[in-house]
């Protein structure tokens, strides 16, 4: 499958930092160990399984890339309809800040998720009936419907399902099409509106835009774009699909079929959550930290993260930032206010919904959790991810959140586990 240097560079420099807090193992060797297993793999944002792959070797940790979280409020562009040029105004919300917390002790694992958070977590199948894994993909408007999708074969999605969580009835929403000459299989899903919509692309460089009706039907190829990197993000906005491209700029395309259309202001930026768009983009290596840079496409408004001498930012959201300062990690307000540690060590996406927070912990030499943090309240959760033992340690999957900031979803064993933080008070 084709690969972009600079998503290759980024994950190397990305797990020799990581690497380089672990003790016992030099990073150079951790990097080189985890970067192995991500080469068998193509990085997909909206994969929430595919979080974070991290490998514990001699009590050491090495992280990987988890999905970036999705900040905003999205409900008053739910019916909205956008037109290329973006000149309505909003209120924004202001944004729930973290209480005072501190990291806990990592001498023993947290209580598990299900005595903690009973009410966020439901356990379902993880396989069809006929037997294939069930990839979850986002929750759905209500509490109970998860959007998830099955494989072909290795991440080529054949079809998307309506999954109730109650029920646990499956109903087919569309057949994805995989046209000939496709090099990057579906990918970046979001829903809205009673809309569904991806993008693939063909080997010429073709990012191509999809979109099915929530309720059933054939999935349509609603608009296309050449551009050999990619693209990384897509949102259903009203009666429009806006994306970005991983080389930079901002384009909708109406959600029915039409000409793509660049936004204004939008050239060299990357989506956020809309209305908020960012440079540096996700894929842009060692530019600086993610999205530092800002605009509400509908006011106008414009913030720059703070960033102060002797430290980095990794990545910000439209409110938080995670970086670190030596060997503390941190998350803060993006004007520098309300700074705190961050559980669990370096972090290169902002917390979720600006609360959650999943970190891979190392307990004493031989034993590895992955826990849940609510930063706003101190309280933490063991997820119960299976790992697995190895010549070098032990390897973990660390779930990531979905683009909405809300969901966490991982198989272990024959279950399903998915939770839903919303449901956290």
Partial sequence: MNRTPDVEDTLRRTLRQAAGQAPGLPAEAAASQVEA???????????????????????????????????????????????????????????????????PSYDVKPEPIGSVWPEALREVPAKTPEGKKIQPILLLDDDRTLLVSTWASF??????????????????????????????????????????????????????????PLAGGEARLIGSRLDERGLDKVEIVGDRVAFSARSGGVFTVPLGGGEVEPLENGAGMHLLSWPWIGTPGPYSGGEGAHYGLIRNLRTGETDRALA??????????????????????????????RQQELPGGMAW???????????????????????????????????????????????????????????????????????DVTKIR
């Fill in 349 to 419: 996406t902002p917390p979720a919904l600006d609360r959650f927070h999943v970190a891979t912990i190392p307990y004493g030499e031989d034993s590895v959790g992955v826990v849940l943090f609510d930063l706003r309240t101190g309280a933490s959760a063991d997820l119960g991810v299976p790992s697995k033992r190895t010549d070098g340690g032990v390897s973990v999957m660390s779930p990531g959140f979905d683009d909405d900031g809300r969901l966490l979803a991982y198989p272990a064993g024959d279950t399903l586990r998915v939770i």
């Fill in 155 to 212: 991440e080529k999605t054949d079809a998307l399902y309506a999954y109730d969580l109650d029920t646990l009835a499956l109903r087919e929403i569309t057949h994805v099409v995989t046209p000939k000459g496709t090099a990057l299989f579906a990918s970046g899903f979001d829903a809205a509106g009673g809309h569904v919509a991806w993008w693939t692309q063909l080997k010429d460089g073709t990012a191509q835009i999809w979109a099915a």
């Fill in 37 to 103: 297993r991500y080469r068998r793999r193509r990085q997909r944002r909206q994969a929430l399984l595919a979080g974070a792959a991290v490998v514990v070797i001699a009590g050491g940790v090495a992280g990987g890339l988890r999905a970036a979280d999705r900040a905003a409020d999205r409900a008053a562009d739910r019916a909205a309809t956008v037109t290329p040029d973006a000149t309505a105004t909003a209120a924004v919300s202001p944004p729930v800040s973290p209480a005072q917390s501190h990291a």
């Fill in 308 to 337: 102060r001498d002797g430290e980095q930012v990794h990545a910000c959201g439209v409110t938080l930032c995670v970086g670190s300062s030596g060997a503390t990690a941190f998350h803060r307000l993006r004007d520098g206010s």
